[in-house]
């Protein structure tokens, strides 16, 4: 799918982030000079056709006061990964859970569940809650702490070369 010209402007208009209002979209229609009807309308046309993978907030856990991120890798029984990896993503100290392929032999984990805590006895209890909630399925587990903040960005555009 070729970019137009509306295409780049919504897409600087909101690589930074939306703003921070009450109706964000509506914000960034004012600046291209379009309803926010019109930019969500184009958003959706994205994401559909796979321009853009999503849209979604970002928090930084750090300034939000959670500082003992871990991520859980847990080696769960191939046949009910998919099932229990749904209602572990759904628990409310998991941010993300996913599938990710084994490598064997030094790698035996296939689901992943980033946790957020205070301190890391916080993250700990939650690890025993997924573990109980994994049950028989988890052959075992560990959890790789967070050591530096990664900057998070999104869809970006270079700038043309022109001379």
């Known amino acids: 799918m070729a970019l137009d010209d509306f295409d780049r402007q919504l897409i600087a208009a909101t690589q930074g982030g939306l703003p921070l209002v009450p109706r964000p979209y509506d914000a960034v229609g004012e600046r291209l000079g379009v309803s926010g009807q019109q930019v969500r309308e184009r958003l959706a046309q994205m994401l559909e056709s796979g321009l853009i993978r999503r849209i979604g907030a970002v928090p930084n ?3 939000l ?3 003992a991120n871990g991520m859980s890798v847990w080696d769960v029984d191939d046949a009910l990964v998919d099932q229990l990896g749904e209602r572990i993503g759904q628990l409310p100290g998991v941010s993300h859970c996913y599938r990710r392929p084994r490598r064997l032999p030094s790698w035996p984990y296939n689901l992943f569940a980033m946790l957020h805590g205070r301190t890391r006895a916080e ?3 939650q690890a025993v809650q997924l573990q109980e909630l994994l ?5 075992g587990h560990d959890i790789l702490y967070s050591t530096a903040i990664l900057k998070k960005t999104g869809l ?3 700038q043309s070369q022109e001379s």
């Open 61 to 63: 856990h750090y300034r």
């Open 65 to 67: 006061g959670f500082t």
């Open 123 to 125: 993250v700990e209890q």
């Open 135 to 139: 049950g028989s399925a988890c052959r």
């Open 156 to 158: 970006r555009l270079r």
